[in-house]
């Protein structure tokens, strides 16, 4: 681990200037560039007072970062199935509702639809991978094949149905998460 540069990197993110940083730690200006060009190390208890002016402790800053999943399959998708409505919801990110976007993969069977979502804050936006849907936003209807996605910026009451004979199935992907 490179002290400086990570002493850098929080500096940057806290938006300090090496002098407001010297400042608040009661050390010089000099002291903290060449701490973060690697060229002097702190003592301990210097080390605490810079972390703690860049808000951040000594445990946290020489712990590793945890390994995040990237790649995801069926066994981490959580599904909800909704026999009323006739639809199947599936997370294709676990915990995605913590994420600035959520993908879910919804399947309508014929005469099924969405609970009407009532106006919110953000962008939805849809991809067709099989059959055809009816978008309702408001008291507008589009129809959206095969092949083809929408942009909903959700502030009128929106919901999807599906009137064909044939299941339909999109991928549907709610900023900030709303599923």
Same mark, same amino acid.
């Given at each position: 681990?490179?002290?400086?540069?990570?002493?850098?990197?929080?500096?940057?993110?806290?938006?300090?200037?090496?002098?407001?940083?010297?400042?608040?730690?009661?050390?010089?200006?000099?002291?903290?560039?060449?701490?973060?060009?690697?060229?002097?190390?702190?003592?301990?208890? =210097?080390?605490?007072?810079? +972390?703690?002016? +860049?808000? =951040?402790?000594?445990?946290?800053?020489?712990?590793?970062?945890?390994?995040?999943? #990237? @790649?995801?399959?069926?066994?981490?998708?959580?599904?909800?199935?909704?026999?009323?409505?006739?639809?199947?919801?599936?997370?294709?990110?676990?915990?995605?509702?913590?994420? $600035?976007?959520? %993908? #879910?993969?919804? =399947?309508?069977?014929?005469?099924?639809?969405?609970? /009407?979502?009532?106006?919110?804050?953000?962008?939805?936006?849809?991809?067709?991978?099989?059959?055809?849907? =009816?978008? @309702?936003?408001?008291?507008?209807?589009?129809?959206?094949?095969?092949?083809?996605?929408?942009?909903?910026?959700?502030?009128? /009451?929106?919901?999807?149905?599906?009137?064909?004979?044939? #299941? $339909?199935?999109?991928?549907?992907?709610?900023?900030? %998460?709303?599923?």
């Amino acid at each position: 681990m490179v002290i400086g540069e990570k002493i850098r990197f929080l500096r940057q993110q806290n938006q300090l200037t090496q002098e407001e940083l010297a400042d608040r730690c009661e050390l010089s200006k000099g002291f903290i560039s060449l701490l973060e060009r690697n060229m002097t190390s702190p003592s301990i208890s =210097t080390l605490k007072y810079i +972390l703690e002016a +860049l808000g =951040t402790d000594l445990a946290v800053f020489f712990s590793e970062p945890e390994e995040q999943m #990237v @790649v995801f399959s069926g066994e981490h998708y959580a599904i909800k199935r909704n026999a009323d409505e006739k639809s199947e919801l599936c997370w294709l990110i676990p915990n995605a509702q913590k994420n $600035a976007m959520e %993908p #879910v993969l919804l =399947t309508l069977e014929p005469d099924g639809q969405t609970y /009407p979502d009532n106006p919110h804050e953000g962008e939805e936006i849809g991809y067709i991978l099989e059959g055809t849907i =009816t978008l @309702v936003i408001g008291k507008k209807k589009y129809t959206v094949k095969h092949g083809e996605s929408f942009l909903i910026h959700p502030d009128k /009451p929106h919901y999807l149905m599906n009137r064909g004979k044939r #299941v $339909a199935k999109l991928l549907w992907i709610s900023s900030p %998460p709303s599923f």
